[in-house]
């Protein structure tokens, strides 16, 4: 473990007056919160050496209350994201692509939060090429909204064509934002990323003068509840990290809650992973429910939650909540979906209940941060680098290696036909 470094005011300050982008800048000018580009989360991590920032998926208030404390407490930077298919137009959480960043900064402001937060649109999908045109009217709104970072993830589609979605919406993401892109989309043991799909894709970005921050794999997880024992592929990730290494892109685990943390730890230690994202597990904690240590709900024997007594929502506000999920039909990994009609509901509940619904998820963050994650104390290195850079861009971590007539539309089709991938079965994975 590092040797515990606080944050000096006046570094904090300087970070404050130079380190904000523009469009946080614009929505809050009077603001005490270090929201900052993705990209220096990542330079935080890499500074520290075999460290992962958590990613928390903010699907309700008290999530993103408990994760900010919990990285005030350990002393590290941390992204607060929500993907499309949970805040987007169609969504399932009240949390959303524009109110988001206006909760972290409020929350930031009231906590006394001093640690650089990064707000992430996570998984903005774009699941056929119709999808790529009203996306350039969208993205745009959503870093106008506050956002400071996003992925895009054209996973979805052939090789070629997620190259070319990503190449098509770059000029919609800020030269200064962190930048996620995927290959393969996150389905579990089928479909699996390979070395070539990764190495098309990252090559064709970097013959075009883009370097993204993060690239997500299918390495063998799900999103939302892990129910079977594969799991995250620790060597396919850190084969495909090591071929990619000259392009200086670090790897984003997605699918953490159904993970042990040993084998987080392991990804931790043997992979150019910074960032990972948690989410299911957090919408768990937040309403009492069990779980095991790395967040995966437990089931009893007829396959429902199993409600802790004293922790989360109240006992009659669950039972309101199985009701309406018994109405609707949702089970499993579907009582996401009473993230939208429950909200206001559960912000409507005591303050007792509340704090400790806020407290849960600040315990289990905080010991993911500090046992697992390896993050303590890496917001003073976050703070560095922009105190480095002198501005909010810390610039690209790669220069162009691959020659541009080389990754021409044309020759992009061509290339990708010699490309053997396996997709993995058709469904919806979003998480």
Known sequence: MSEKKAIASNDFEMALKIGRPPNIKKLFPCSRALIVSGKFIDRAMLAKGNAMAMAANGRNNFVIRGALQAAQRANAPIIIEIARSEGGANPYCAVNYWNISRQVDALCNELGITIPVAIHA???????????????????????????????????????????????????????????TEVGEIKGKEGLSTVEEALFLVQGLNANDISPDWIALNNGTTHGIEASGQGIQVGLTAEIHQALAKYKISGAQHGTSGNSSDRLREIVANTRTTKANVATALQMISWGLEVNDYGNAILDDSGNFIKLKDQGVTQEMWAEMVAYAQAHEFKGGNYKKLNLPFENKLLGQVETIRTRMVKQVEAFVYNMLVNVFNAQDSAPLAIEAILKAGTYDPGRKAERIENPDEWTPEKIVKRAASITSDKGAEGDFDD
Not at 153 to 174: G, I, Q, R, T
């Open 122 to 180: 996570d998984h903005y999908g774009i699941k056929k090429e119709q999808d790529i045109n009203p996306a350039k009217i969208e993205i745009p709104t959503l870093f106008e909204a506050g956002m400071t970072s996003i992925a895009i993830d054209a996973s979805h589609l052939p090789d070629d064509k997620n190259l070319l979605a990503n190449l098509e919406l770059n000029p919609y993401v800020p030269e200064w934002a962190g930048l996620e």
